[in-house]
């Protein structure tokens, strides 16, 4: 049974909703990030051998479209993969910051790669490792205050821990957050 999750993941009929849904909610250049950036993250993704599993163009506008209505400055994403979220979410606004977490080295060099040549590298934090291990860190440094507190948390991430980072990430989060 392994890999059905996959197959109705890609099933024509979704395809056709997300692609009409994006060419209204993203109908022209004048849009960051532009289609040929968000393209090439996914194209570049899929040829590092990165899992097909990005969010789809719809949900990436949906992400950005919250983080807007939210007036976001600070973000917290929990599994980069190739950075095609992450992209969403740093073009959102011009002084919005994302922190994103992602187990996996080549990930989050493929991530990396991908979020500089959108021109977000400069509002983007990818920090390697577990959740689990790197979700404390933050904690400690909103605690001391080297960081404030987030006003989105988008988790996507091994769904085993799931609600380890959702307990986590309400303590980071400031009132009226979105999660």
Wanted: aromatic residues 6%.
């Amino acid at each position: 049974m392994s890999g059905q999750g996959q197959s109705y993941e890609k099933d024509a009929r979704w395809t056709a909703v997300d692609e009409y849904s994006f060419g209204h909610l993203h109908p022209s250049s004048r849009n960051t990030p532009s289609e040929e950036v968000l393209e090439l993250a996914l194209l570049d993704s899929e040829m590092q051998g990165l899992p097909d599993i990005a969010v789809s163009p719809s949900q990436g506008k949906f992400l950005q479209l919250q983080a807007r209505l939210l007036k976001a400055k600070n973000i917290l994403e929990v599994g980069t993969l190739g950075g095609y979220s992450t992209i969403w979410l740093a073009n959102a606004s011009p002084d919005v910051r994302v922190i994103s977490i992602e187990v996996d080295e080549h990930h989050a060099k493929v991530a990396r790669n991908n979020i500089e040549r959108a021109g977000v590298a400069d509002r983007v934090d990818v920090r390697l490792g577990a959740g689990v291990e790197v979700l404390p860190k933050i904690v400690e440094e909103v605690k001391q205050g080297k960081l404030g507190g987030f006003q989105l948390v988008f988790i996507d991430a091994d769904k085993e821990n799931n609600w380890n980072y959702v307990d986590t990430a309400i303590g980071l989060c400031e009132p009226g957050a979105a999660s």
